[in-house]
């Protein structure tokens, strides 16, 4: 593996990473958390002191914002060298100009651009004591639309006329599942690191209804992220063979070994870990232990998450094996 594709593959990881950082913790904040004087992780109109959950969700959200757009723009020039064949001090603008304009991958970046900014151009209105529903829908949205345009940045471009449609159609729910389940695994983490500090039961109770309504959504998200990768399977795998014998399949293997463990570890949580935190009542004392274990759990998911998401990474750098 040369340097070239290693570089890539790290800036693939990490606009991956922060695209679904971005969308899961908007996701999380907004629409999973409870609203309210007494919720513990919704973003709050209130002290903006450091250490509050609204100063972490505003911090969180622009460094998310911010490595997504540097980590495109590294993204973008790597391959424009790696199209133009050309040396990185070569790269003049009439390249940049072609990759933008005739290719799908350049005319996926001007959009995706256009809508960094509008986010950008949102941040105003979402930051501030008045922001509303509507505003942060369209935010939420946007983030949403910006994870799910990199499924035409992909394998799936191979693929032309109903084909195409269905893969890429198959790819960004693909990305949309797996950013509300790793994207909103930051934000519970930091939910359940608060519990210890909180005394009130009607919080504590917030917090379990939260962890439930997150496991909900993490359950729909397994389900939509095993069929779409079996449709996505059925396109960029000639047989079955090749799972063990292309560096692809191998890579995929992983991939699956990786979310299968990342899946028992969640069915830990949703049947044992989350009942016996809402069987807390409110009661701190019961439930501290349960969030100690979730808290461990989730940081294992995190990590299993990485893992995912750099051998997504890899995998689109690595041409699928060939159908005979």
Known sequence: MGTAETLLIATRAV??????????????????????????????????????????????????WACMVVSGACWFVLVAVQMSGRPLEALDGATITTVLGSTVFGRTWVLRTVLALALAGMSAVLFAETASRPWTLAAMVTSGALLATLAWSGHANAEVGPDGVIHHLSDSIHLLAAGTWLGGLAPLAALLRQVDALSNRRALANCAKTVTRFGNAAALCVTALVMTGIVNACYLLPDWSSLVQTTYGRLLLFKICAFLIMLAIAGVNRKRLTPALNRSNGRPSSTTGAAQSLRRNVFLEQVLGALVILLVAALGVSPPPMRM
């Open 15 to 64: 606009h991956f990473g922060a695209a679904m950082v971005l969308f899961g913790e908007m996701l999380f904040a907004w629409f999973v958390a409870p609203r309210g004087a007494n919720s513990a992780s919704a973003p709050r109109r209130r002290d903006r002191t450091s250490g509050s959950s609204e100063t972490r969700f505003f911090r969180v959200a622009v460094a998310a």
